[in-house]
């Protein structure tokens, strides 16, 4: 099964831009994943889901300052004109014929 | 509105069953996949494994399979995680979520709930 790999942390200033990587592992770099936002002491929420060639759909209501990307084995969340709010916890997730997997998680701070 | 709202914080000691819902409002709750997500005090997500309403099929992660069981009423647009037995282990917090894909392993999670807590201590 898939294994999802994302740095622990990454920190950007108010106003800013910051890509998150989810790195995928080897013989999965086709995959589709979906990354997810988690505030502090809230609920995950859907931000979009990703596809192997960039493309991306987006949850309802999500902000356009959020936009997908992919590279090889890569998939990134763009976060641009960083807000306050956007300090959170952010995982990517993907599947296969018989599991669902998380990424560790990526904190991220708004300095 | 598309919303899964989740059962209440739950206290319970070793060794107690509990069983916590997740209702779902605004969509067909028997043609979605629904899962369940553990996230333990101060850690990542965890799939445990995932229910469709419509027919009861169920899937488990292997690290929660035999720990836990779930569960959904399809007439009441219910889906539910339950133990027999509780550890000290299993307080987490436990999350249900919607995914739109037509199998088990075909798609994302795109609707959580607000999240159960569950404590077990004696």
């Known amino acids: 099964q898939p294994v999802l790999t994302q740095s622990s942390s990454a920190s950007a200033s108010l106003g800013s831009s910051v890509k998150v990587t989810c790195t995928l592992s080897?013989?999965?770099?086709?995959?589709?994943i979906a990354w997810h936002q988690q505030q502090p002491r809230k609920a995950p929420r859907f931000l979009l889901k990703?596809?192997?060639?960039?493309?991306?759909n987006k949850g309802s209501g999500v902000p356009d300052r959020f936009s997908g990307s992919s590279s090889g084995a890569d998939r990134y969340l763009t976060i641009s004109n960083l807000q306050s709010e956007d300090e959170a916890d952010y995982y990517c997730?993907?599947?296969?014929?018989?599991?669902?997997?998380f990424g560790g998680g990526t904190k991220l701070t708004v300095v | 509105e598309v919303q899964l709202v989740q059962s209440g914080a739950e206290v319970k000691k070793p060794g107690e069953s509990l069983k916590i819902s997740c209702k779902a409002y605004?969509?067909?709750?028997?043609?979605?996949?629904i899962g369940w997500v553990r996230q333990m005090p101060g850690k990542g997500l965890e799939w445990m494994g995932i229910?469709?309403?419509?027919?009861?099929?169920?899937r488990y992660n292997p690290s929660f399979q035999g720990q836990v069981t779930i569960s959904a009423d399809k007439s009441i647009s219910t889906a539910y995680l339950q133990w027999s037995s509780l550890k000290a282990s299993d307080t987490a917090m436990y999350y249900c979520?919607?995914?739109?894909?037509?199998?088990?392993?075909?798609?994302?999670?795109?609707?959580w709930g607000q999240g159960t807590v569950v404590t077990v201590s004696s």
């Open positions: 990703l596809t192997s060639a960039g493309s991306y």
């Open positions: 080897s013989g999965h770099s086709g995959y589709i």
């Open positions: 605004g969509y067909i709750f028997s043609s979605y996949w």
């Open positions: 229910i469709y309403p419509g027919d009861s099929d169920t």
């Open positions: 997730e993907t599947w296969d014929s018989n599991a669902r997997v």
């Open positions: 979520a919607k995914t739109n894909g037509y199998t088990a392993y075909d798609d994302g999670f795109d609707i």
